[in-house]
């Protein structure tokens, strides 16, 4: 609270609460509301019981109704809270429901039976995350499968990127060549050409290439990206000449300045590209989609979506696994924030 | 269970050094064929790996779309289907009048057409107005801004399918949205039934997905603005009004350009987030061009790649002229 009190406090040079400051302020709290809620909304939904992700209105958390074991019932009965004849209110097992009258016994005194219409009864109700939705995927969907197939398209995928986009940044940045204006231009030229006018022949190649149904296959056409190289050029290109002409009169290779001198010094960049590419591969989804045709093969995105297909009655599962593809991307952020908001800044590309 | 330290440590290092080794293993015919080529020639060396890659699956496959678009038949490969010539083209033309989807033989693509047209419209306006607006509220003079910067870009990077999915389920018949109405008295609303509520909640969750993006862009160019100027305008009392349309706007023009730019491109390539959140309906009410490609060439009965391919060149060319629009824009920009 004394946090709020001070940022009420705080005010213009002039001491006065210009009503654009208020406005400003009202204007990010709904911003908070907007961008925050839903994903919050999620999340808590994410942990509500299939029965409990059917009630309308829905209750903001997660609440299931309270279960007691009673002694002479084999399954755990439901708790009410209900309205006797007399005005008293005791809290009573269901056992069974006959039409609008519940039959109930004292959890207590299980011997004895209350017949109760049922609009004298509301159900008690406990906070309890339903944890059985993030489990229960894991043994009966191909969740861990999907995950794996997008772990490990988002490593190699950007493992290779890195790798021949820095060579080729490399070329055009240390040496002069013939051909070298040609070879910038195509860099330049690919960089208007996504992968949604090329859906079709792309399909082509890497039918030819026998890779359909593989994880290879949206690994590889992606892997030299025009903005790699450009932004890995830039880079290379402030990096002090003396270093590598030092290195040759060592008699370094060319392969040897690359790896040991270039790489590491320009690992910021490096650095700005792989979280780009991890991005890029983990939210991949119109290539994948055309391309992955086998459930065995399937990304996350890929997988979601079927599931989002199949189980349109199993909210349920769907915003657990939702929250679970979320999650990675989350962290992620809250770690690199500030980094991924000047790379962008500063590249003008996402 | 995570390994204890020492292990994982030794681990990373046994990794690095099988780096190590393996860069000092392709040292050797790097050496052998810097002594063939020479030093300078090297450089083609580097770059081979790229230009293998960007041959295969860029330039090749801008050449063979063409040849798929003027061949006709369901073969995959280019040698099997007959030559059509103009065929697709003319098919997909084929309209009694463009601005009637009805009366156009492939009215799927006309309709995908027209909606990307208007989504692109609404969300192109809407997307420069709202971060325009949040990044000068973020410029302002604010506490905990790194907190609000963060919030409003954090969207950008969940997957469009998740995003698709939370809007779903909060949207969806009995959501929250809906319990919101009612509490409030009203009636519950059916938004993926109604053609135009589809494309209102399009348009609004691509908004909120990108939005971050745009507003960062913006918040650059309004943070290159020299303080100076509106010290000079605040001593000769000028309104804030005024200042921002006779300072700000004009100084941010170039990266406005270049938002509204982006804005296009991407906007005409939508697809991932409307394709899971309405499925391109109800009907076809919010069926995009890309999704129409998609459909033609890989989830119909009949995959008619020649058509798909057709549509995705027109595409193309569409695109192209944006991209040319983008780097006019970003030359006068550095100019």
């Given at each position: ?8 406090q ?19 709290a ?6 925050f ?7 808590l ?7 409990g ?9 997660p ?9 002479g ?13 007399d005005?008293?209110?005791r ?7 006959i ?7 004292d ?6 039976q ?9 159900p ?9 939705n ?5 043994e009966?969907?191909a ?7 997008s ?27 013939k ?28 039918t ?5 149904n ?5 690994i ?11 932004l890995?050029?830039q ?64 990304t ?51 | ?17 099988f ?13 052998w064929?810097?002594?063939l ?21 860029v ?15 369901t ?11 103009g065929?697709?083209?003319a ?45 000068v ?6 506490r ?20 698709a999915?939370i809007w ?23 938004f ?28 650059a160019?309004l ?19 005024r ?41 076809t ?23 798909a ?22 030359r006068?920009?550095?100019?």
């Amino acid at each position: 609270m004394n946090r709020v009190a001070r940022l009420l406090q705080i005010r213009r040079k002039s001491g006065r609460w210009h009503w654009t400051d208020i406005a400003a302020y009202s204007y990010l709290a709904l911003g908070v509301v907007l961008m925050f809620g839903p994903v919050l909304w999620l999340v808590l939904s994410s942990f509500k019981t299939q029965a409990g992700l059917l009630e309308f209105p829905p209750s903001l958390l997660p609440m299931s109704q309270r279960e007691v074991a009673v002694a002479g019932f084999p399954q755990p009965l439901p708790l009410f809270s209900v309205t006797l004849d007399d005005g008293s209110t005791r809290v009573l097992a269901q056992v069974r429901r006959i039409g609008i009258v519940a039959q109930m016994v004292d959890p207590e005194s299980p011997a004895q039976q209350f017949r109760i219409p049922i609009d004298k009864r509301t159900p008690v109700r406990e906070f309890k995350l339903a944890t059985e939705n993030y489990t229960e995927p894991l043994e009966r969907f191909a969740f861990t499968r999907f995950l794996g197939n997008s772990v490990f398209v988002t490593v190699v995928a950007t493992l290779i990127t890195l790798l021949i986009n820095s060579m080729a940044a490399y070329a055009l940045s240390i040496y002069e060549f013939k051909g070298k204006n040609a070879a910038m231009l195509m860099v330049v030229g690919t960089l208007m050409i996504p992968i949604t006018i090329i859906l079709v022949p792309v399909y082509l190649v890497i039918t030819k290439l026998g890779l359909v149904n593989s994880l290879w296959a949206v690994i590889l056409p992606g892997a030299a990206t025009p903005t790699g190289v450009f932004l890995l050029r830039q880079y290379m290109l402030t990096l002090p000449r003396d270093l590598i002409e030092a290195a040759r009169m060592d008699k370094a290779s060319e392969w040897q300045i690359y790896w040991r001198i270039v790489m590491p010094l320009a690992m910021p960049a490096l650095a700005v590209l792989a979280i780009f590419s991890i991005m890029w591969r983990w939210n991949e989804f119109l290539w994948p989609l055309a391309v992955l045709t086998k459930t065995e093969v399937h990304t996350l995105q890929i997988g979601l979506n079927a599931f989002q297909g199949e189980l349109q009655t199993q909210w349920h599962y769907l915003l657990a696994m939702t929250v679970a593809t979320l999650a990675p991307v989350a962290l992620v952020f809250v770690f690199l924030q500030r980094f991924i908001t000047t790379g962008i800044a500063n590249t003008g590309m996402k | 269970m995570t390994p204890p330290l020492s292990l994982r440590r030794s681990a990373a290092r046994w990794l690095g050094l099988f780096v190590a080794a393996l860069m000092r293993l392709v040292d050797w015919p790097m050496r052998w064929l810097q002594r063939l080529l020479g030093e300078r020639r090297m450089a083609y060396v580097f770059l081979l790996p790229n230009l293998v890659f960007f041959s295969l699956f860029v330039f090749l496959p801008l050449i063979i779309n063409v040849v798929f678009s003027v061949t006709g038949g369901t073969a995959l490969f280019p040698s099997e289907r007959p030559y059509v010539g103009g065929g697709q083209y003319a098919y997909l033309f084929d309209c009694d009048s463009f601005l009637d989807p009805g009366s156009c033989r492939e009215d799927h693509f006309w309709r995908g057409v027209a909606n990307t047209l208007r989504f692109t419209t609404f969300q192109v306006v809407a997307m420069v107005l709202f971060s325009l607006v949040t990044a000068v509220v973020l410029n302002m003079r604010i506490r905990g801004r790194g907190f609000f910067r963060a919030v409003y870009f954090f969207p950008v990077l969940l997957s469009p399918v998740v995003v698709a999915l939370i809007w779903k389920w909060i949207l969806q018949r009995d959501g929250l949205l809906n319990a919101g109405l009612t509490a409030l008295g009203g009636q519950k609303i059916l938004f993926f039934i109604d053609p135009g509520w589809a494309m209102f909640w399009a348009v609004f969750v691509s908004i909120w997905a990108h939005m971050g993006f745009y507003t960062l862009i913006l918040l650059a160019g309004l943070q290159a603005i020299p303080a100076d100027l509106y010290e000079a305008a605040e001593m000769d009392a000028t309104p804030r009004w005024r200042a921002f349309w006779r300072i700000t706007l004009p100084l941010l023009w170039p990266n406005l350009i270049v938002v509204i730019v982006l804005a296009l491109i991407r906007g005409v390539q939508t697809f991932d987030e409307v394709f899971v959140l309405t499925g391109g309906g109800p009907g076809t009410a919010t069926l995009m061009v890309v999704q129409y490609i998609y459909e033609t060439a890989f989830s119909n009965q009949v995959q008619n790649f020649g058509l798909a391919a057709a549509a995705s060149v027109v595409l193309g060319i569409v695109l192209f002229g944006l991209t040319l629009a983008q780097l006019a824009a970003s030359r006068r920009r550095s100019a």
